[in-house]
């Protein structure tokens, strides 16, 4: 890591974050609160086609995702849309939401305040091989209750 003079400065380099499994999504936290005065946490998600996360609720923390490449169909309340490469989406704290990779996608998440992003490293295991292994769904609900995160329903079914 670089050494800066400016107070507060933080940056990431491109290989820099462990990469975690979260069910078949390959998350890298890239900031965190601590690094951020509290401001948000970032994390770039690697998403195989079809790969969909159970219909969730944020109760502390909005979630915000740009997409980087690829397609995902993203649900939020009772509005379901197709978000492309380029495509960005505000999910407010407190409403179910989800989304599935209709192909391979790469995006950046972000959650504000910070915090929410810790769920990512305590969720899931340390990402060492091209492929996931399976969920360990004790190990992720721990997480979720930890960081408000609540699972109210299914993931997404492709297309």
């Known amino acids: ?9 933080f940056v990431a380099e491109p290989d820099e974050g462990e990469p ?5 999504s390959r998350i890298t936290t890239k900031a965190t609160a601590g690094q951020t005065s509290g401001g948000f946490g970032l994390i770039v998600s690697e998403v195989k086609r079809d790969a969909s996360s159970p219909m969730h609720i944020h109760h502390t923390a909005d979630e915000s995702m740009w997409v980087i490449s690829g397609l995902v169909r993203v649900r939020c309340g009772e509005d ?7 495509g960005f989406a505000f999910l407010p704290r407190g ?4 989304f599935i990779a209709e192909e391979d996608t790469a995006m950046l ?3 504000s305040p910070g915090g929410t992003e810790a769920f990512f490293t305590e969720g899931g295991p340390v990402a060492t091989s091209a492929t996931p292994p399976p969920p360990d769904l004790e190990r992720l609900a721990r997480a979720a209750e930890k960081y408000q995160c609540e699972f109210v ?5 492709p297309a």
């Open 1 to 9: 890591m670089t050494t800066f003079t400016t107070q507060g400065l």
């Open 20 to 24: 975690r499994w979260i069910g078949a």
């Open 80 to 86: 379901e849309f197709p978000l492309a490469a380029g």
């Open 95 to 98: 409403v179910p939401h989800t």
């Open 109 to 111: 998440g972000l959650v």
């Open 153 to 157: 329903g299914p993931p997404l079914s």
